[in-house]
């Protein structure tokens, strides 16, 4: 039985020599070469990328010498590079997209196909089902491709170059500020240190070798995972942590006192600082699961807000109209106006190192001050395990709409993306069923912890009931 390919809200992801085998890549590449040729019949070019996983340099091979056999010349990156790298190179050298083996933060036995369009974004829905379509026609694939004739091409340059223009380097460099970074393995090692230690800037890294299985867990910069990072910050007397995921699209970051800071609050932080030091007022946007203090900072400063689904592909849409100064979601990723439509967790770490050498304050001081500016918020994240009868059941019921819950009466019910219920305290809860695993993921959000820890339970209790 074949197996069938679907790209999710970041690409096709799946266990390497389970699903993810070469021929299933062969399969997929052919899909997408085929795509861009529909598009571009004659001179198109590919870049074709990757970060540290396991196969990952024979996966780009076979890529590169399937876009071959179909008129499509592949630009191959040698080395592990950033997600968002790749997506600025893109966009730089006119490319026709780009091909990203990575799983991001899945655990090392994953791999996965990313693919990018001509605007350096993440494919757009039309597109990867139209790629869908194409790998389901595909015959025999197995001998479909000759040995291709690359070009090498390095994205690193350009990229760091951008971000210089990007960051205030001499501001960080100036305060004294000293930063540890954590690639965790991934594909931004040599990138944010770098940067910081070309500027002047003392930096110490950790995990800055390569290793496919990330240490023996999954390469995500979550509290848990970050600890010999804390160790360093404490023998190096650093401020701040700035750590990034497996391809670097995704960010974490560790406050001066070792305290792991929420995503949601960094993007806040970040969205009141550039109003504050670019002055940019054109709008603001978050997935439907990020904190709603982004809501209120949008008030605050009038600043229009954009609410999306989840998936950064919809914001990415929206910096590439120039409608936002910044976007984030609560998953950690987040871009800003003038740069690339994808997530960029190299960027996010190095804005905190510029916002806490700027303010003189560390982040969780910074949140405080949030907090005085537009009130308190704290959100929760939770994967709540569903049978096949329950899920059944309750896919049913998110259809319905609840008149209360957690003793507050709903006052808006949102269906942008999975089930969102507003109550009239101004807390939420927002369901999302998976559609790869047997869970539903409950996000949810209240103006104090006992009230966030009331309104959890009810979430969790309204599933069952």
């Known amino acids: 039985m074949r197996t069938t390919i679907k790209f999710g809200t970041s690409g096709w992801r799946a266990i390497i020599a389970e699903e993810f085998t070469v021929e299933n890549v062969r399969r997929a590449v052919t899909g997408i070469a085929k795509y861009v040729a529909s598009k571009k019949p004659n001179g198109a070019r590919v870049i074709v990328g990757r970060d540290p996983r396991y196969m990952g340099e024979r996966f780009v091979t076979i890529a590169a010498d399937v876009l071959s056999s179909y008129g499509v010349k592949p630009l191959v990156i040698a080395d592990p590079a950033p997600t968002p790298a790749i997506s600025y190179e893109v966009i730089r050298s006119k490319?026709?997209?780009?091909?990203?083996f990575t799983a991001s933060h899945n655990p090392p036995e994953y791999s996965g196909i990313k693919f990018s369009t001509p605007d350096g974004a993440p494919a757009l829905p039309e597109a990867t089902s139209a790629i869908e379509s194409l790998i389901a026609s595909n015959g025999d694939v197995s001998g479909a491709a000759s040995k291709a004739q690359v070009a090498n091409i390095d994205p690193k340059p350009a990229y760091l170059a951008r971000l210089k223009e990007i960051v205030d380097l001499p501001l960080i460099r100036n305060s004294g500020l000293k930063v540890v970074f954590d690639p965790?393995?991934?594909?931004?090692?040599?990138?944010?240190?770098?940067?910081?230690?070309?500027?002047?800037?003392?930096?110490?890294?950790?995990?800055?070798?390569?290793d496919v299985l990330f240490g023996g867990h999954a390469p995500e910069p979550e509290d848990h995972l970050l600890n010999e990072m804390r160790q360093k910050m404490k023998e190096t007397g650093a401020r701040i942590g700035i750590?990034?995921?497996?391809?670097?699209?995704?960010f974490g970051i560790v406050d001066q006192d070792g305290t792991f800071i929420q995503p949601n609050y960094v993007i806040a932080v970040l969205f009141d600082y550039l109003v504050e030091s670019r002055g940019w007022k054109n709008g603001v946007a978050k997935s439907v699961s990020t904190t709603n203090m982004i809501n209120a900072l949008a008030e605050h400063h009038k600043v229009p807000l954009h609410e999306t689904p989840v998936g950064f592909k919809y914001i990415g849409e929206l910096i590439k109209q120039d409608k936002i100064a910044i976007g984030g979601e609560e998953s950690a990723g987040l871009s800003i106006r003038n740069h690339v439509p994808e997530k960029d967790g190299i960027l996010a770490g190095l804005l905190c190192c510029e916002a806490v050498a700027s303010r003189k304050k560390p982040i969780g001081e910074q949140i405080k001050d949030l907090f005085g500016k537009v009130g308190s918020f704290y959100a929760r994240r939770e994967n709540f395990s569903l049978t096949p009868e329950l899920k059944a059941k309750f896919t049913s019921k998110m259809k319905s709409d609840p008149?209360?819950?957690?003793?507050h009466k709903v006052k808006q019910v949102g269906r942008a993306d999975g089930l969102k219920l507003i109550m009239d305290d101004g807390s939420w809860v927002c369901y999302r069923v998976s559609g790869t695993e047997p869970v539903v993921r409950i996000y949810s959000e209240a103006s104090s912890e006992k009230s966030l820890d009331k309104l959890s339970a009810a979430a969790r209790d309204w599933i069952k009931q």
Do not use: F
Request: aromatic content about 4%.
């Open 403 to 407: 008149a209360e819950l957690s003793g």
């Open 243 to 250: 750590a990034t995921d497996g391809d670097a699209d995704r």
């Open 184 to 210: 965790l393995w991934g594909a931004a090692r040599g990138y944010s240190d770098e940067l910081l230690r070309d500027a002047g800037i003392p930096i110490a890294t950790v995990h800055d070798v390569r």
């Open 95 to 100: 490319t026709d997209g780009a091909i990203n």
